[in-house]
């Protein structure tokens, strides 16, 4: 940049988080004697309006060319301070910050010490902010339209938000038939509802919605592209060969589901080896017929085991299934009112009803007779007619043996056995559990890592459907932003080639987490698409030839900030 | 411990990270011995959460546990329960409060390397005079023949049909002779943790001196701790059924004679639960011409211990009345087979035992593999 760097530094207290164990006195007065910095203040709260207030008459009437706050993590306020500069004209790509908050104050406990990595660590920010380049924000087009993968109950109500609002709609299920797993389940908790009832007019609605395209029996098979504008193969199983033109979306929304647990895995309960024992899957299709028993016969001793597959280390399921308590709760009393004299009973290690109208649905069950006994189910083993369960009462402190007629497993849910290709496929990173990640916990809970890609139902994790049609709502409503804006916003940060440089060897290519760069057809150099370039800078550390810049984070700027911090 | 026999639970409790536990009771539930005796280690490890000390002394019931490791193979949080009792053993043990049975089969491995405190010259009298060589001057195989398969006489029987069909197999193998000691299985069990360490230290220099490729071990408890227990880098550790199955495969070794019998294979806990050896041992007995293999109810991960493991073969335990044994020649005589087939010294000698208390002997004969594999060598 032609003009010489007029710095303004700016330490924050963050009322005692920083000022407790860092004299920030000390490192203003520090910051004052770095080379280009025309003002040096401290501030108690710099992120407040006043804090702000004070950075942008400073950049006004002192000409400031650059800013640099030390605080907290960028992570926290660099939006904050970008859009302070922005508002009076500064690029926001010349503010930068030094985080002496989280990488040093709190961390630290020698006020001294801490003071003076403080200062190096702001001299450090300083010697980089000089060489600071403004950049660009841009914005792209977007394809109005969106994919939905997966035809179960969250495909189905996202794809009709997302039509509703006007936008089309294709969704694309691997099956002959729309409505998942769900329609093979007998009456939803904890209202009873059929399932029929709920799920029937879902799909009519979708059927002859004229803005969703249905695609059965066919599956994704490649992606390309980037939020606004992706380019999606659908093959249509078990051919081989793409059907027609890729579809052309803006926005995608993954509902793919789960997998049930197969407790073949769990050997010592006998399931597959025994008739008596059944999932609680194959107990919804008798409970659509009205007859449980085995054979014809009518079961006299019932029992269900909870956890089957949940929370068990032992299987790589840590985690908490969320419906099987539930699952348990209705099938438990659906069977005692179908057979009053039935000995009914639950086996469980904690009862988790934490529903809206779950708990009560509970207290209702047992009311109808159900008996709920502490104590996971070790072993089933044969006994003439019947089956025995193995196991501790953990209330009474000691072991029981429970004949049965009927043992049900509430087995647990997981992710889908061929979850890797489409994770593959869009790049979507997963959690340790194997479900999809979403990109927050909290706040960001149906977004993922990359952009234009949304969750919703049990591909993020099991849940039931009240939560399942909730975040498929949600996925929808997200979705929507760029389709509604009809613009996405570019990262700025970006990789460039210079192509006098480039020998066109491609390992770039190679790299490339997200296929942003490519070799020119007709010239063979490398080309980053700046849409589908996050700035990670793997490409620019690749290059043999050094032929990749990665913006703002060049390889001059950061030999500054490192020649700065070891001096 | 104190010499009152309280011990502090805090240390323990975060030793074997007992605060994982969430009183599921699985492991009681399975727990074989916990049906017919006051052990409870569910309850135990509740205990050890809960309150600043356990009286050790207060639990003789301790010494029922058989180590068959059902608990900690089922445990959904991994907490390892079995390890507790061997701790608390291992307290008893360290002030000397344990039964003189243990005490005697402890002493006996420490003078003469073995838990029947038989002399260690005696060790090879299970050849019976038949040459085999000694692995110190290098083999490829390592043959561990344990303690009980070299001194019992019931067991002897099953080193030497292994020399047979390892010399029929033409293998390169050797033994330790009078140098062989006892692994050490047990005594961890019992909470001997420091004669455990010494004969790791020992029988792991030895035994990596002879730089066989491959060590098979007679008996599951050895298997066991040499493959989990010992570091024996560049040795692969085998059970025999592993090593006879996959000479069969290889067609190193075939069976000639018939042997008409229906046979029913019980599963060890040392090979099947904790080491998930299920199909080799049945591998064997189904490539025995005319033998017909019949499952019981309880097989496989289910298998019912014998209660031959963890010290239980010097220590009777707290319920002598009811010996899970007997229940289990029951169920394989229910299946209708002749022949109740093992692969563990121990489980031989409890189910034979069993047989015989039970009335069962002109119905059943319990036998090891190697004894049906050795009917149908030539």
């Known amino acids: ?103 040093c104050s709190w961390v630290h406990s020698n006020r001294e010490q801490a003071t003076e990595k403080a200062k190096a660590l702001v001299a450090s920010t300083v010697a980089k902010a000089a060489q600071l380049e403004p950049l660009v924000e841009r914005e792209v087009g977007v394809t109005p339209g969106a994919l939905v993968i997966g035809g179960g109950i969250a495909g189905l109500c996202a794809a009709l938000d997302v039509a509703d609002a006007g936008f089309p709609v294709y969704l694309v299920e691997q099956s002959d038939h729309v409505g998942g797993r769900l329609k093979d389940l007998n ?121 089957v597959g949940s929370r068990d280390v032992q299987v790589g399921n840590p985690y908490c299934s969320r419906v099987c308590c539930m699952v348990t709760a209705k099938q438990a009393r659906l069977v005692q009112e179908l057979l009053p004299e039935a000995d009914v009973t639950v086996f469980y290690m904690d009862v988790r009803t934490f529903g809206k109208g779950a708990e009560e649905f509970y207290d209702e069950a047992r009311d109808k007779g159900v008996l709920y006994r502490r104590g996971t189910v070790s072993e089933i083993i044969r006994r003439g007619e019947r089956v025995v369960l193995m196991g501790e009462d953990t209330l009474q402190g000691r072991p029981f043996e429970f ?26 990173p997963r959690s340790a559990d194997g479900f999809f990640l979403e990109l927050h916990p909290k706040l960001r809970p149906v977004d993922t890592a990359v952009n234009g890609v949304f969750l919703a139902g049990c591909c993020q994790g099991p849940k039931d459907v009240t939560d399942t049609v909730a975040q498929a709502k949600a996925a929808a409503a997200s979705a929507l932003i760029p389709l509604i804006r009809g613009t996405v916003p570019a990262e700025s940060a970006t990789a460039v080639v210079e192509p006098e440089l480039c020998a066109g060897c491609g390992m770039c290519v190679e790299v490339c987490p997200f296929g942003a760069p490519a070799l020119d057809a007709l010239w063979p150099v490398s080309r980053i698409n700046f849409v589908l370039c996050k700035g990670c800078g793997t490409c620019a550390v690749t290059c043999p030839s050094k032929a990749i810049r990665l913006q703002h984070f060049t390889a001059s700027q950061i030999l500054a900030q490192v020649d700065a911090l070891v001096e | 411990m104190t010499p009152q026999g309280l011990l502090k639970t805090e240390p323990m409790v975060e030793q074997l990270e007992l605060m994982g536990c969430i009183q599921c009771g699985k492991c009681t539930g399975g727990c074989p011995v916990a049906r017919k005796t006051t052990l409870n280690i569910r309850s135990l490890i509740y205990h050890m959460l809960v309150e600043p000390e ?134 961890r069990r019992m909470g001997e943790a420091g004669l455990f360490e010494m004969l790791v230290e020992e029988n792991g220099e030895l035994i990596r001196s002879v730089g066989a490729s491959r060590l098979v071990a007679t008996s599951p408890h050895c298997f066991n701790t040499f493959k989990n227990e010992y570091s024996l880098t560049g040795m692969e550790v085998v059970h025999y059924t592993q090593a006879v199955a996959q000479l069969l495969d290889e067609g190193r070794l075939k069976f000639s004679n018939e042997v008409k019998k229906t046979v029913t294979y019980h599963d060890p806990c040392f090979l099947g639960k904790q080491n998930h050896i299920f199909d080799e041992p049945r591998a064997v007995l189904k490539a025995i011409p005319g033998l017909k293999l019949v499952e019981m109810d309880r097989n496989r991960e289910r ?34 087979a002749e022949v109740l087939a093992v ?17 069962l002997d002109e119905k059943l004969r319990v036998m090891d593999i190697m004894e049906l594999v050795d009917l149908a060598l030539a």
Not at chain 1, 222 to 250: D, H, I, R
Not at chain 1, 271 to 288: D, K, N, P, W
Request: with cysteine.
């Open chain 2, 54 to 187: 356990l009286d050790v002394n207060a639990h003789p019931e301790l010494w029922d546990c058989t180590c068959c490791f059902t608990c900690v193979e089922r445990c959904p949080k991994d907490v390892r329960p079995a390890e507790l009792v061997i701790g608390l053993r291992g307290q008893l043990v360290e002030s000397g409060q344990i039964p003189d049975t243990i005490g005697a089969a402890l002493t006996g491995i420490f003078r003469q390397g073995n838990p029947t405190g038989m002399a260690r010259e005696d060790r090879c009298g299970w050849t019976n005079g038949t040459q085999v060589k000694a692995a110190q001057q290098g083999c490829q195989v390592l043959l561990h023949v344990c303690c009980t398969p070299a001194y019992d006489p019931r067991v002897q029987v099953v080193p030497r049909a292994l020399v047979k069909a390892f010399t029929a197999a033409g293998l390169d193998f050797g033994t330790l002779g009078t140098e062989e000691s006892c692994c050490g299985n047990e005594v």
């Open chain 2, 303 to 336: 298998s019912l211990c014998c209660e031959g493991g963890g010290g239980r073969m010097w220590a009777e335990g707290t319920n002598l009345a009811e010996r899970l044994a007997f229940q289990r020649v029951h169920e394989a005589a229910e299946t209708g």
């Open chain 1, 187 to 307: 009456r939803t908790f904890p209202t009873l509802e059929l399932v029929a009832d709920l799920l029937g007019p879902l799909v009519e609605r979708v059927r002859s919605h004229p803005k969703v395209t249905v695609l059965l029996n066919s599956q994704v098979t490649s992606v390309e592209g980037y939020v606004g504008n992706f380019e999606v193969q659908v093959t249509p199983a078990p051919s081989s060969t793409p059907s027609s033109s890729p579809l052309k979306v803006g926005s995608i929304i993954v509902a793919t589901g789960y997998d049930l647990f197969d407790p073949h895995r769990k050997p010592e309960l006998g399931y597959g080896q025994y008739a008596h024992v059944i999932t609680s899957l194959e107990m919804e299709q008798r409970l659509f017929e009205g007859r449980v028993g085995v054979d014809g016969q009518e079961p006299k001793r019932i029992a269900f085991i909870k956890c």
């Open chain 2, 343 to 359: 692969a563990c010294p121990f489980c031989l000698l409890t189910l034979e035992d069993a047989v015989k208390v039970q009335g």
């Open chain 1, 1 to 103: 940049m032609e003009a010489e760097p007029r710095i303004g530094v700016y330490i924050c207290h963050c009322g005692v988080n920083i000022a407790a164990n860092v004299d920030v006195e000390q490192v203003a007065q520090f910051a004052a004697t770095l080379p280009g910095v025309v003002v040096s203040r401290n501030y108690l709260y710099m992120c407040s309006d006043p804090g702000q207030g004070l950075i942008q008459q400073d950049i006004q009437q002192h000409g400031l060319n650059r800013v640099v706050v030390a605080s907290c993590s960028p992570r926290m306020h660099e939006p904050t301070f970008r859009g302070a500069a922005q508002q009076v004209g500064l690029n926001p790509y010349l503010v930068e910050m030094a985080n002496i908050r989280e990488q």
């Open chain 1, 403 to 428: 004949e049965a007629d009927l043992v049900v497993l509430a087995v647990g849910m997981e992710a889908r056995s061929d979850v890797g290709a489409l994770s593959t496929l869009l790049k979507l």
